[in-house]
């Protein structure tokens, strides 16, 4: 694991080449590319997928449930497990919607890995991650693979509401990726991946970016990972967040944020921006090169001001995003 560390220049440089790879381009040799090299890649975390959670065994023992794979229902009981979060980082997200005798209850939560040893014991990637989410939680479970944080609410959602969502995404019967024609294969971004069960009856599929596949599949994906997103409107903040409701400006020179309680307050918008990103599209927004639009969304965010991020970049205010729970365009840049 060490090894692929010192690759991380290489990986970069690929990374940064060429965001969509083509399907019908199979020759990896001809590129004079390692194979062992094409894997998505981040500078400031690339644990996510160097030492990925295989969700579906990792995340049972901290959430103290049967492995839903080797779990059989009786007639008319169904769950759905559903994972979602940056290709390349963590924490990530988590859903839990079960169905029984007509009752329907829930369970979102944030997950993450241990600490990884073999890989860098300097990074306490694991007690920042803790620190973070604690205001969030309500029971952090430590397991042997995995911490997960039950995510408490402000207010419960309505869960048959939500189950009706899934049903008409045909969350239960999608196929996996790997059997969905795609207009390419986007090496970082967003996954989304799911287990689903009905009686005896058990399924397992994943969608890498779900906006490259084909509808309705692709579009039903992208559609899930909203409704798991949409549910931390009803979250209890971590510390140091608030709930912010504003304009955000993207194009080709501006990244900016005005929240609507102090449009004063105007500052640079970057983080966990994936529900803006699967709106814009995943090659205009690497590019910049689409005309400037407004957003009217609702997020949590931290703010610092005359701070300096990841990029070294220093600015007066940074809006530093955890989720983004509500985005649609506007075509004003004021709040309504």
């Known amino acids: 694991m060490r090894k692929l560390v010192g690759n991380l220049a290489t990986l ?25 090299l094409l894997i998505p890649v981040s500078l ?34 169904r769950e759905i ?26 369970v979102l939560f944030r997950y993450w890995p241990v600490d990884d040893s073999a890989f860098d014991e300097s ?6 991650f803790t620190e973070n989410e604690a205001g969030r939680c309500r029971t952090i479970v430590r397991g042997k693979d995995a911490t997960v944080c039950v995510v408490r609410f402000s207010r419960e959602p309505d869960w048959r509401a939500l189950l009706g969502s899934l049903d008409s995404a045909n969350a239960w019967n999608l196929p996996d990726e790997s059997q969905v024609p795609s207009r390419g294969m986007v090496i970082d971004g967003w996954v989304i991946r799911v287990e689903a069960r009905r009686d005896t009856s058990y399924r397992r599929y994943q969608y890498h970016n779900p906006q490259v596949y084909r509808p309705p599949e692709g579009a039903n994906a992208l559609h899930i990972m909203g409704i798991l ?41 970057e983080g966990r921006l ?8 995943d090659s205009a927004w690497r590019a910049h090169a689409a005309p400037t639009k407004s957003f009217a969304l ?34 004003t840049r004021s709040c309504r």
Request: with cysteine.
């Open 12 to 36: 970069a440089i690929l990374a940064g080449c060429s965001s969509l790879l083509n399907h019908t381009d199979n020759s990896v040799a001809s590129r004079n590319i390692p194979s062992d």
């Open 81 to 106: 497990r559903i994972y979602t979060g940056i290709v390349i980082a963590y924490p990530r997200s988590g859903l839990i919607v079960h169905e029984q005798a007509g009752r329907v209850s829930g």
């Open 298 to 331: 609702e997020a949590w965010v931290r703010r610092q001001d005359h701070t300096t991020e990841r990029y070294s970049r220093t600015f007066q205010r940074l809006w530093s995003v955890d989720s983004v729970t509500v985005v649609k365009l506007t075509p």
């Open 229 to 269: 997103d949409s549910l931390f409107r009803y979250t209890v903040p971590p510390q140091n967040l608030q709930y912010v409701r504003g304009i955000y400006l993207y194009g080709h020179d501006t990244s900016d944020f005005i929240p609507c309680s102090h449009p004063q307050d105007v500052g640079f918008f």
């Open 274 to 281: 994936g529900p803006v990103t699967k709106l814009i599209g």
């Open 44 to 77: 400031y975390d690339i644990r996510g997928e160097v030492a990925p959670l295989e969700e579906s065994k990792a995340l049972h023992e901290p959430l103290g449930i049967p492995r839903l794979r080797t779990t059989n229902f009786q007639k008319g009981t």
């Open 123 to 128: 990074l306490g990637a694991e007690q920042r």
